[in-house]
């Protein structure tokens, strides 16, 4: 691309706002949009936490993914003069009812990370309740906890990094939909706001999480499927419940999770990483968490914290996954015009490497070769039906 190359970016999640301070870093003319205002609610990119871990299993790619995006979100944290990462620490733990088969998502998790050269320890079951006083450890066959890992202050990061692209240079348009993407020759030339205006440009990046599905289409791009998860807190009577004494904990074959109460935070979140209903990401009723029964989430509290069993969950809230079939993210050219980069279906592990992907979708907008290998994420490529 010659000259200051004109960059609308649609969306401004943790994904739209990091890839726009990237690009007024480097110099293009910047405009980040958003129906809504930044970190909004419905957005999921908002909300206290978002965990950072390189638990993945036997994927040493998202592994490796995850150690750079933790040395990324720190070397951000320095630059924005804002604390975005609470390296609190993983505790990572498998069951006897799962029905994994003999090495589960803990223990592959904890061979994987051993051999790229991290030190987690491995802890005894027996032993996990008298480390972590919180925790029961019935049922426990696999501990590790691994200092490396915490949380991520998701709304705050975002609404910084719209605030780091604003001051780099971005415009900021705030309060208008993208309601199309404007095509000539095979090429985008613009956008099209919902008040009828056109903003043209050299290159379009489409963040829109979840609205994805009502863009992707025109783009030759399979959208994906929107699920509703819920997430709830649950009180944390004494400093047990609280980080350090309590790090972030997993049981990712169980989908149960969640993060240690801790400072501006009291209470313990608690979520269930399985991908619920499919619902319309715009449609309010469905997003109405007041009513919902949290059976997932009271028995795994029951069960994980005895000691709160039948203590009333609070704050249930309502947000959604943009899933993929195969749980991999969606960025590259699209198809059907290769200076439009789409960003999206982070099938609801994505808020920990925007620091590292963020980058690269800037360099795909400008024309460049991404700094790292975006192959796994090809918006073309096979999926399961
Ligand atoms: C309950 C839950 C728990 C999660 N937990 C974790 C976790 O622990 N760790 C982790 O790594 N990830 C987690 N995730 C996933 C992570 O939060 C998301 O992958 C990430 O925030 C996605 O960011 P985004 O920028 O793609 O989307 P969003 O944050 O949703 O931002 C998209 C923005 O685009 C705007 N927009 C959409 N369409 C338009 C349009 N047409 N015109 C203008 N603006 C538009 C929206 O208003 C919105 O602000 C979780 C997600 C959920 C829902």
Redesign the pocket.
Known sequence: MSGRPRVVV???????AGTALELADAGASVTL????A?G?E?????GHS???RVEYGADVYYTRLAAAAREAWRALEARLGVALYHEVGVLALETDDQAEGPVGWAQQSFETVVGLGFRPERIEPNDVSRRFPAISSVGVRFASFHAVGGFLA?RTA?VALVEAARAAGAALCFG????AVEFSGGRATGVRLEDGTSLPCEAVVL?????AL??CPALGIVPPRVTR?V?CYAPAPSPHYAAPALPVFAELASGCYGVPAWRDEPALKI?AHLPGPTIDPGDASARDATRDTLDVHRAYVAQRFPALAGLPLSEPHV????MTPDEHFLIGRAPAAANVIV??G?S???????SALTPAIAQLALGEEPAIDLARFRPDRAMPG
Do not use: E
Request: aromatic fraction near 14%; hydrophobic fraction near 50%.
């Open positions: 649609v969306g401004a999640g943790v994904y739209g949009i958003d129906a809504r930044p909004h419905w957005a999921a990119s908002s978002r965990v950072l998701a975002t208008q939909a993208v309601v963040a829109p999480g979840a609205f009502r863009l998860q997430i979520a947000c959604c996954y943009d960003a999206t982070f609801g592990h994505g808020f920990k490497f925007a």
